[in-house]
């Protein structure tokens, strides 16, 4: 069926090193994607989002990219910090899908000193 | 700005009680979701709010209720609680058009015993 999904469940880094976790997604209709952040014990927290007809987005140390022809979505974290240490989750707008986000099952990023 | 409030933040129930989880936004947002999140399984939609006065099902509606009590208001209930729905509960609002993301509550923590 459709879904968003992770590749891997687990990341381990060390600290200073750059960070890639990545999303495949299976529903070409999907027009807006965004990656969320969440630390044990807290709700998700918006990181970055990106837009079907963009390719690449750019925040603070971190980057997002689209490959439509893939359908495969990537987040980048430049210079891993032990703050990143958490869950990261895609999400997919699907048009016409009820105003509802569709989440993938998560990441952990872990930041080894 | 509070931003999406949940109340309670903890919460032990005995099989069959019944009780009610609390969520407000003062964003002014149309859209409020709620989301359960159990371990490995990522975020599932229980039910959500497109506006004031509309409820739909989400993914895993069942042994719940809901209520959109006015605009910032959008009520959980479970009527029999069960051991099954041992859960973090989220509940998250967005603004009605599509290209924003969800802002998420801190969340509910629930045990039946």
């Known amino acids: 069926g459709e879904s968003v999904g992770l590749h891997l469940p687990t990341l381990s880094v060390q600290e200073g090193d750059n960070s890639i976790i990545n999303c495949a997604y299976s529903?070409?209709?999907?027009?807006?994607f965004i990656w969320y952040k969440q630390e044990s014990g807290k709700g998700p927290q918006f990181i970055i989002d990106i837009r079907s007809n963009m390719d690449k987005r750019q925040g603070q140390r971190v980057t997002v990219l689209l490959n439509k022809t893939v359908k495969h979505l990537s987040l980048q974290i430049a210079a891993t910090q032990p703050g990143d240490s958490a869950v990261y989750f895609c999400a997919e707008n699907r048009a016409g899908g009820g105003n509802k986000l569709t989440f993938g099952t998560g990441t952990q990023l872990k930041v080894e000193l | 700005n509070a931003g999406v409030t949940q109340t309670p933040k903890f919460q032990v129930l005995k099989t069959g009680q019944s009780m009610t989880l609390q969520c407000a936004q003062d964003m002014n947002h149309n859209s409020m979701y709620w989301y359960r999140q159990d371990p490995g399984m990522g975020l599932r939609l229980i039910y959500y709010?497109?506006?004031?006065?509309?409820?739909d099902k989400g993914e895993v509606p069942n042994g719940y209720n809901v209520s959109r009590l006015n605009k910032r208001e959008f009520s959980l209930r479970l009527e029999s609680a069960a051991p099954s729905q041992t859960s973090v509960y989220f509940c998250a609002s967005r603004p009605e058009a599509s290209n924003y993301g969800y802002t998420f509550g801190s969340g509910t923590r629930l045990t039946v015993v």
């Open positions: 529903n070409s209709a999907s027009d807006y």
């Open positions: 709010s497109a506006s004031e006065g509309t409820t």
